[in-house]
Every structure is written in structure tokens, then in C-alpha cells.
């Protein structure tokens, strides 16, 4: 079955620093990774679409310089959060597929101290 | 702009009851509609999902369905049970773009 995995599942880290978080899809090809932020209060947040061979979207209030995605493979992409602050606590997602369906991983959550 | 709107926040129903879950967007492009569950600690996975052109879908329990005029949508699960307690969200998109919206969520608990 498909099947993505995503981790560090936890971190931890301090204000200012940076975490790089990573998703890899199993069973099938991930044409299309998205990126989503969960609140505590479950609410999600699309922070970019990246499709192999096309320029990675990034939604409104998010950029490649503050989450700089990777999607170098149909099976692999990463994502770093520069200079975390207390705002970018979250769970965030991994939703992987080749359109219109997505398969999510567990999530990364991160919280900063 | 909050593109798609999901009721109630929270709901509780008695084992073996209806649960009714119900959802409403504003973009007319928005042509899929899946919903998904989510347990606690884990992501969020695909339960069922609908197309524009049609306005029911049925999966074993849960049904989902359409109506394009109202742009509404709503989620209804049979006899529901304990283990269907869980966190559902519909979501939208549209072709060619699969950038998925997802609602705010409805906390489902089925009492034994």
C-alpha cells in the first residue's frame, strides 16, 4: 500500500534555530508533495505545493526563505524552518500523491523553546 | 477568507446512530471533495472523496454528498461506532491545481 513516512516524528528546538524535517513515500510515486501546518487547534495551513519538474509554489504568508523545500526525487522531499520562533510550533504534514489524492504522513511536531 | 466552512465543531452521538457532518465553499472551481479522518497522533488519511459530476458516493458506512447548486456537501456515517471517534475534515481543490483546502474540522466521539 502507499504509505509515507515522515520524521523526526518530535522536536525540539530553541528560538533562532533551524530544523530540517523530511518525508519519504512508500509504494508509490509522489509526483506532488504538499506542505501543511496543524494548529493545536487542528486547523491546517498549505504552506507550499511542490510538483518534480515545476517550481514550488508557496502559499500566502509563507516563503522559501523561511521553509526551503526540497523535492529532489519522486519519493523523497524535505523541508528546513529557519529561525524558528514560538509562532512556528506545530504539527506539520507531509501530504504526498499524484493528484487529486493525497496520502499524509504521521507529521513532525515541532515546538521551540 | 475562509474557503470552506465545516459544521458542527464538535459532536457526540450514541453508538449505532447517524453522525451528520456537513461542509460549504465559495470557489466554483473547486470540483473534488475528499473528506479524511484523523486519530490522535496520527495524519490525516483519506475516508472517502466525491466529484463534482456526481452527488452521492457511498463506502460501505459512510456516505457523502453533493449538491453543486447549494455548494454544499455533507458526510453521513451509519451506525456509527466507538472507533469511528475521531477528527473528520472535508476538503476541496480543483483540477489541475490539487491544491487541497481543508475545513476546520468536526471532533466526532461515539459513546458506547
Known amino acids: 500500500g502507499a504509505l509515507v513516512y515522515q520524521y523526526p516524528r518530535r522536536t525540539i528546538c530553541k528560538s533562532g534555530t533551524s530544523m530540517r524535517m523530511e518525508c519519504q513515500a512508500v509504494g508509490f510515486q509522489a509526483t506532488s508533495v504538499a506542505w501543511y501546518r496543524q494548529s493545536p487547534q487542528k486547523t491546517f495551513e498549505l504552506i507550499a505545493l511542490?510538483?518534480?519538474?515545476?517550481?514550488?509554489?508557496?502559499e500566502q504568508n509563507f516563503t522559501q526563505e523561511k521553509f526551503p523545500i526540497s523535492h529532489p526525487n519522486l519519493s523523497f522531499s524535505s523541508m528546513t524552518v529557519l529561525n524558528a520562533y514560538l509562532e512556528d510550533r506545530g504539527l506539520y504534514l507531509c501530504?504526498?500523491?499524484?493528484?487529486?489524492?493525497?496520502?499524509f504522513g504521521s507529521g513532525t511536531r515541532l515546538l521551540v523553546i | 477568507q475562509q474557503q470552506v466552512r465545516q459544521s458542527p465543531q464538535s459532536l457526540t452521538v450514541w453508538e449505532g446512530g447517524t453522525t451528520v457532518l456537513t461542509c460549504s465553499y465559495e470557489?466554483?472551481?473547486?470540483?473534488?471533495f475528499p473528506w479524511y479522518q484523523q486519530f490522535p497522533g496520527e495524519g490525516p488519511a483519506l475516508l472517502i472523496s466525491i466529484l463534482s459530476v456526481s452527488d452521492k458516493k457511498e463506502d460501505g458506512r459512510f456516505t457523502t454528498f453533493f449538491n453543486k447548486r447549494e455548494k454544499k456537501l455533507s458526510l453521513h456515517i451509519i451506525d456509527s461506532q466507538p472507533g469511528d471517534s475521531a477528527t473528520y475534515f472535508c476538503?476541496?481543490?480543483?483540477?489541475?491545481?490539487?491544491?487541497?483546502?481543508f475545513g476546520s474540522g468536526t471532533q466526532l466521539t461515539v459513546m458506547p
Open positions: 476538503a476541496a481543490t480543483s483540477s489541475g491545481s490539487w491544491q487541497l483546502i
Open positions: 501530504g504526498a500523491g499524484g493528484g487529486p489524492d493525497y496520502t
Open positions: 470557489d466554483s472551481t473547486f470540483n473534488y
Open positions: 511542490s510538483t518534480v519538474n515545476s517550481a514550488i509554489k508557496y
